[in-house]
């Protein structure tokens, strides 16, 4: 039985936690393998809503959730989200989460580079989270990070911070920012060490026996194809690479384990932070979308920028992405608009163009070209068959197929787990 990698194939929001709760009924274990607590996945299981940020969206199932080598891990963050989450009455133990030993951990010092570097942007900000992603997977390339297995070694803690240091004091003094204490941060790692080491192990080896067992795998992306560091709107990206490709590097597997990779995209399209976004709406409309779809960010609470589907954009995302079937998720925000536009391409400087082209400049000047679509005057709020729906409402869907050369395999049409169309089992491959 295939697994199945679920990717954001816009730039981030597009439902993917609440594809991955549904999804995991039909899964033994969910991974993440990229990503940080940048990530808000966001469910809603009858009158409650779970919103997370680390932990694997499979846990509100029940299900075995793991945390890959690809993912950085700020401990403070994740002791404080299994807190919240207990508090809902989930329950999160070292039978229920794995950690990889081999992650990097995001520490004080990389929030604070983080923010000091988008105070020094000005108005050239990239819009992070500002939550220590960036510098976090900088220290990881650049080999000094420090990983969970390091909390077991206070020797090799102490000798790291060392280094760190010197890096990262050196720059916050530059940036005005205030410096850190090696005492003081290697008390605080020393106080994580037993909270988060009862969680740590080499999980390939966990995921490779399960593999080999037959269990099904539910791969659990954060952000979206357009914040791939190397196929997204560069510099206006996350720092890890989104794609499918990175479930396997990310979780110490082989490229074959990924399985069926499924993109999840809206209906319209949304942003948060700075960047290029070609559909982007300034007007009634993209106020009205905005207010429908409460887009406003799980994370920082910024409201997101609202435009209408990039067709050409999510095409692009689903030939870099390895995306085989898309979901399309919020379709319910459009119920009641008259005409709803489909991006079908770009005019860049008096040239048409069917992708969006790497360069800077290029990608800011770039110009929708759009297809009009009749509305539908009835819901497709919270359908679950797809003969609920309206005729345009299928059209739209289909017509969104063709542009995108990938087939529409579940439909997600209101918030809830269950509203939601199932027209291919992912899990069939
Ligand atoms: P993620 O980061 O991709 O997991 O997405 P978020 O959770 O950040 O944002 C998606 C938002 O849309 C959440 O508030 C979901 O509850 C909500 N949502 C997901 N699917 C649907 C849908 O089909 N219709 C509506 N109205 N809301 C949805
Ligand atoms: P989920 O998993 C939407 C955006 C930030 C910023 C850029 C870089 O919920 O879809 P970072 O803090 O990662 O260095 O910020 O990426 N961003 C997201 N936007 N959803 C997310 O995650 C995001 N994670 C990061 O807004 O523009
Ligand atoms: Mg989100």
Not at 46 to 65: A, E, H
Not at 121 to 141: M, Q
Not at 307 to 334: E, Y
């Amino acid at each position: 039985m295939a697994n199945v990698t679920i990717i954001g194939a816009q730039w981030g929001d597009e439902g993917k936690g609440k594809v991955v709760d549904w999804l995991a009924s039909r899964a033994d274990i969910v991974v993440r393998f990229q990503g940080g607590h940048n990530a808000g996945h966001t469910l809603v299981v009858g009158n409650q809503t779970y919103k997370l940020s680390l932990l694997p969206s499979g846990l509100v199932r029940g299900k075995l959730g793991i945390i890959g080598n690809g993912v950085v891990i700020d401990p403070q963050a994740l002791l404080a989200e299994i807190d919240r989450v207990r508090a809902q009455g989930l329950t999160v133990t070292p039978e229920t989460l794995r950690v990889a030993e081999n992650a990097i951990l995001i520490l004080p010092l990389h929030g604070a580079l983080d923010r000091a570097r988008e105070v020094a942007r000005g108005e050239r900000k990239i819009g992070t989270t500002g939550r220590g992603i960036g510098p976090a997977y900088e220290d990881k390339v650049a080999r000094r990070a420090i990983r969970v297995c390091d909390l077991a070694e206070p020797q090799v803690l102490s000798d790291k911070l060392d280094e760190l240091l010197l890096h990262h004091n050196t720059l916050l003094a530059g940036l005005g920012a205030e410096t850190f204490d090696k005492q003081a941060l290697l008390d605080q790692l020393l106080e994580w060490a037993p909270k988060i080491l009862p969680y740590a192990e080499p999980v390939w080896e966990r995921l490779d026996e399960a593999r080999r067992a037959g269990k099904r795998i539910l791969f659990e992306g954060a952000q979206a194809v357009m914040l791939d560091v190397d196929h997204g709107t560069y510099p206006f990206v996350t720092s890890s690479n989104t794609v499918a490709a990175t479930a396997a590097s990310g979780s110490g597997m082989a490229p074959a384990t990924v399985g069926f990779v499924l993109g999840i995209a809206k209906a319209y399209c949304t942003r948060v932070g700075s960047g290029p976004f070609p559909t982007e709406l300034h007007d009634d409309i993209g106020r009205k979308l905005g207010e429908r779809g409460q887009e406003f960010g799980t994370v920082t609470g910024r409201p997101r920028r609202c435009g209408w589907f990039d067709a050409a954009m999510v095409r692009q995302a689903c030939k870099v992405g390895g995306i085989q079937g898309l979901v399309m998720t919020k379709i319910d925000i459009l119920d009641g608009f008259p005409e709803i536009k489909i991006g079908t391409g770009y005019r860049i400087n008096g040239r048409a163009y069917s992708y969006l082209p790497a360069g800077q400049m290029a990608q800011a000047a770039a110009e929708p070209i759009y297809e009009t679509l009749p509305g539908w005057s009835g819901t497709t709020r919270g359908a679950r068959s797809w003969g609920e729906l309206p005729a345009e409402a299928i059209k739209y869907v289909r017509r969104i197929e063709e542009l995108v050369e990938a087939p529409v395999t579940l439909l997600s049409t209101g918030p809830d787990r269950d509203d939601t169309i199932l027209m291919r089992d992912p899990f069939e491959g």
